[in-house]
Nanobody
Framework: QVQLVESGGGLVQAGDSLRLSCAAS????????IAWFRQPPGKEREFVCA????????YYADSVKGRFTISRDSAKNTVYLQMNSLKPEDSAVYYC?????????????????WGQGTQVTVSS
């Protein structure tokens, strides 16, 4: 089992930056692809980006490509999401999830473990 804890959310203005953290504990961190999803109010959870088990491969949704960067610090069992040039439409609860399959998945229900989420609000 893997326990995930997100942190770093907050209220910012459009154009600002935030860095989210996803700290993992429990079973071997390197066994899992870690992804970030987000869920705006009243909408389904959507894929944002993912980092492969090795940390060498990354995948991004088109809506965040070029603005968001996912990275992994295996020594700290932590995955980060650096978010730059934030837009009001980026406002959502952000979750990190752990995936044990090959590569990654854009489907939230393929992920076995989730954190509690952290709120990001971007004002215009």
């Amino acid at each position: 089992q893997v326990q995930l804890v997100e942190s770093g959310g907050g209220l910012v203005q459009a154009g600002d930056s935030l860095r989210l953290s996803c700290a993992a504990s429990g079973r071997t961190f390197s066994r899992y692809t870690i992804a970030w999803f987000r869920q705006p109010p009243g909408k389904e959870r959507e894929f944002v980006c993912a980092n492969s088990r090795s940390g060498e491969s990354t995948y991004y949704a088109d809506s965040v490509k070029g603005r968001f960067t996912i990275s992994r610090d295996s020594a700290k069992n932590t995955v980060y999401l650096q978010m730059n040039s934030l837009k009001p439409e980026d406002s959502a609860v952000y979750y990190c999830g752990a995936y044990s399959g090959s590569y990654y998945s854009k489907r939230w229900y393929d992920y076995s473990y989730w954190g509690q989420g952290t709120q990001v609000t971007v004002s215009s």
